[in-house]
T-cell receptor
């Protein structure tokens, strides 16, 4: 497909486990963003990639959160030692450049038991 | 205080009604402004950008007042299919394009 693809769609895991969330941006989009949306809230910015580097990580809530991007394509968001407050929908977006419209994936719904 | 604040909602209106959404932003570095629509359990989708001169797209009119740091969205002749959450979004100049979202206002249009 031509859109932003995220996997898995849903993830249920036990508190304390590590999780990896994947984002496949639209081909050719150099900018990639991760956001988090808690129930009933707006989206919160987590991290921005331009190419494979992350000039803005200011939204990552703790050192349990990390992300990487390789090949100017796929990005992985990793949450270590998950906590219940990490339960949210994690959304990825990509754009042709930092000031271009962002296209969102369907998100990964993460539930921590 | 959140950087982008919206009416708490929800708004419940009959079909055909006119409904207005209000939004304020606190950071004067905000450079670009948008309204996004989010359907239940779906990703946000860009509804329209907001320009200083005001802009219209069919039944939707968006306005921006930079002096008051205020953004609005007006929906005329509302349809059942307009039911969704409307998100006010700003972007700062030269900060990599990250979007800053309000918490959203839920709209329910009833027959």
């Amino acid at each position: 497909g031509a859109g932003v693809s995220q996997s898995p769609s849903n993830k249920v895991t036990e508190k304390g486990k590590d999780v990896e969330l994947r984002c496949d941006p639209i081909s050719g989009h150099t900018a990639l963003y991760w956001y988090r949306q808690r129930l009933g809230q707006g989206l919160e910015f987590l991290i921005y990639f331009q190419g494979n580097s992350a000039p803005d990580k200011s939204g990552l809530p703790s050192d349990r959160f990390s992300a990487e991007r390789t090949g100017e394509s796929v990005s992985t968001l990793t949450i270590q030692r998950t906590q219940q407050e990490d339960s949210a929908v994690y959304l990825c977006a990509s754009s042709l450049g930092p000031d271009q419209p962002q296209h969102f994936g369907d998100g990964t719904r993460l539930s921590i038991l | 205080r959140k950087e982008v604040e919206q009416d708490p909602g929800p708004f419940n209106v009959p079909e055909g009604a006119t409904v207005a959404f209000n939004c304020t932003y606190s950071n004067s570095a905000s450079q670009s402004f948008f309204w996004y629509r989010q359907d239940c359990r779906k990703e946000p989708k860009l509804l329209m950008s907001v320009y200083s001169s005001g802009n219209e797209d069919g039944r939707f009119t968006a306005q921006l007042n930079r002096a008051s740091q205020y953004i609005s969205l007006l929906i005329r002749d509302s349809k059942l299919s307009d039911s969704a959450t409307y998100l006010c979004v700003v972007r700062h100049y030269n900060q990599g394009g990250k979007l800053i979202f309000g918490q959203g206002t839920e709209l329910s249009v009833k027959p």
